[in-house]
């Protein structure tokens, strides 16, 4: 069947355009899950952040404190910045990202783990309870992940949000949250 060769693209053109529509139309209402890994891999060609907002709600970057680096049990080193906050203040995401855990460990009590521009591993941490968020779930800077509190090994100090940055290892967010000074 040698159909005229116009024909034959007419046909591939309108195919096309119909295939384009649809997938137009489909994405925005497809699952983040299923969206999930499109936007991991756009994420990993992206440039690591050089600013970040301060991650907890009505806390500028004025009230913090470089807690980097300070002595923990058993030998340990902090690796990353406690943000001091009355209990149940909203934690926020810093960057665009997917969330890659909603759970709990020993030393973080209840956590969540955002992937972010560059392959950073975001890390929020004591929480003390989750917003409305699943794994896979596509996030933008300033959704609500969870709030602050002090779970995990962080029991029976004030309530907190313990916020580090993975990036092969631990890098210090303090100055990423300085960087953008904001009023008290």
Do not use: C
């Not at 309108?14 to 994420?43: Q, T, Y």
């Not at 794994?135 to 002090?150: E, H, I, K, T």
């Amino acid at each position: 069947m040698n159909a005229n060769p116009v024909l034959r693209f007419i046909r591939r053109i309108v195919v096309l355009s119909l295939l384009a529509a649809l997938a137009v139309w489909a994405w925005p209402r497809l699952p983040d899950a299923a969206r999930a890994p499109w936007h991991m891999a756009r994420l990993a060609w992206q440039e690591a952040p050089t600013s970040l907002p301060v991650p907890v709600q009505g806390i500028s970057s004025r009230r913090l404190t470089d807690t980097w680096g300070a002595a923990r049990s058993n030998g340990r080193r902090h690796e990353g910045i406690d943000i001091f906050a009355p209990r149940g203040t909203p934690v926020l995401s810093t960057t665009e990202g997917v969330v890659m855990q909603v759970g709990t460990n020993n030393l973080g009590g209840q956590v969540v783990w955002v992937l972010g521009p560059g392959r950073q591993r975001h890390y929020y941490a004591h929480l003390d309870g989750y917003a409305d968020i699943e794994r896979g779930q596509l996030v933008a800077p300033g959704d609500v992940l969870g709030y602050v509190g002090n779970t995990g090994n962080a029991q029976g100090t004030p309530p907190h949000l313990h916020y580090g940055i993975y990036d092969g290892g631990a890098i210090n967010p303090y100055a990423l949250l300085v960087t953008k000074r904001t009023p008290p």
